[in-house]
């Protein structure tokens, strides 16, 4: 996510330049075609402009939903988090000698709490990772001459920007260790990490640790977090529905295909020195459609490993450090800092 007030131009040449690049390399051939009077087609203005009207409100449509899905996916991650301190408030309350027969000692009780703390945290960042795995329909699992690119995008100006900081953190640091074996096999960990809650608090129940009372509050609590999990995992498996998105990419590239066949002939009546400057003005047009389609189509997928992402990593490092803080905890790890203009 990018958090400046201001787009850094460098980073923009960076991770867009290339498409400026092979604009004016187009323009400038299409320049040349009717210098050397090889082109004398002269397509007339009006028709162009008015496809040029019509794709420009398609794209804005098009981005209008697309950042509906950011949003939504924003909202959600903020209901994890408050989810989530609500499930440390209540371990940390719940769990306790109140209800039973057999006490514990202090050291006891606090085992548990920290068991159902730590494997929640385990649970944010699987679920995390788990949305970053590709989909088919994602620019990074797209046409493999735009595999390198991408990698490169992802590395420099995505999740790469934190891997230094966080060491793809493991779940075995937060789950015990058969635990762990047993659950990382799964198709879907996230889901068996919050069934493993359920499990726990079912065995503290007949423990008479909790009550009925609050083993059902703790049990509501996990079902929202099924919830939210489910409402992620809709935003990634359903992707913005393709035959509309690449739809929108063939208009744009109608428009730039037709607009030099009109612009440049119109400029050349000026003098043979306008069919110059209609490369960079026939360039700059196109790159800001072009840009429109790019942005539109990388916000509709805010789970990417891109620039465009939810904040994911951050997030999952603030709930972190408030569970560990109602667990007593002093030795905590670091909130995630933006790089580069970038929060990850």
């Not at 198709?187 to 493993?196: C, H, K, L, P, R």
């Amino acid at each position: 996510m990018i958090v400046t007030k201001d787009i850094d131009y460098i980073t923009l040449i960076k991770v867009r330049g290339k498409n400026m690049l092979w604009l004016l390399a187009f323009m400038g051939i299409v320049a040349l075609l009717y210098h050397f009077k090889i082109v004398t087609i002269n397509i007339p203005w009006l028709p162009v402009s008015v496809i040029g009207t019509a794709v420009a409100f398609y794209v804005g449509f098009k981005n209008n939903q697309a950042y509906d899905r950011m949003w939504e996916a924003r909202k959600i991650w903020g209901g994890i988090i408050n989810d989530s301190r609500t499930w440390g408030m209540m371990v940390d309350s719940y769990i306790s000698n109140l209800s039973t027969t057999n006490e514990k000692s202090q050291n006891e009780v606090y085992e548990i709490k920290k068991r159902l703390i730590y494997r929640h945290i385990a649970w944010i960042y699987t679920h995390r990772s788990q949305l970053l795995v590709p989909t088919q329909w994602e620019n990074r699992k797209q046409l493999d001459r735009k595999t390198e690119t991408l990698d490169y995008e992802r590395k420099s100006f995505g999740i790469g920007l934190v891997d230094d900081e966080i060491t793809k953190t493991e779940l075995n640091l937060f789950l015990p260790k058969k635990e762990y074996e047993r659950l990382i096999n799964h198709v879907n960990t996230a889901t068996q990490i919050i069934n493993e809650q359920s499990r726990d608090l079912a065995q503290l129940r007949q423990q008479k640790i909790i009550d009925d009372f609050r083993h059902v509050e703790l049990e509501n609590i996990l079902r929202t977090f099924y919830q939210l999990q489910g409402k992620n995992e809709r935003i990634k498996k359903f992707p913005l529905p393709r035959q509309y998105a690449h739809m929108s990419r063939i208009f744009v590239g109608i428009f730039i295909l037709l607009l030099p066949f009109s612009m440049i002939p119109e400029l050349s009546k000026l003098g043979d020195w306008a069919i110059w400057i209609s490369i960079p003005l026939c360039a700059l047009i196109g790159w800001v459609y072009v840009m429109m389609e790019i942005v539109g189509e990388n916000t509709a997928n805010p789970f990417q490993g891109l620039i465009y992402d939810i904040p994911m990593m951050s997030l999952c490092r603030t709930i972190e450090i408030d569970l560990r803080e109602m667990l007593g905890e002093k030795e905590l790890p670091p909130a995630i800092k933006a790089k580069n203009g970038i929060l990850m």
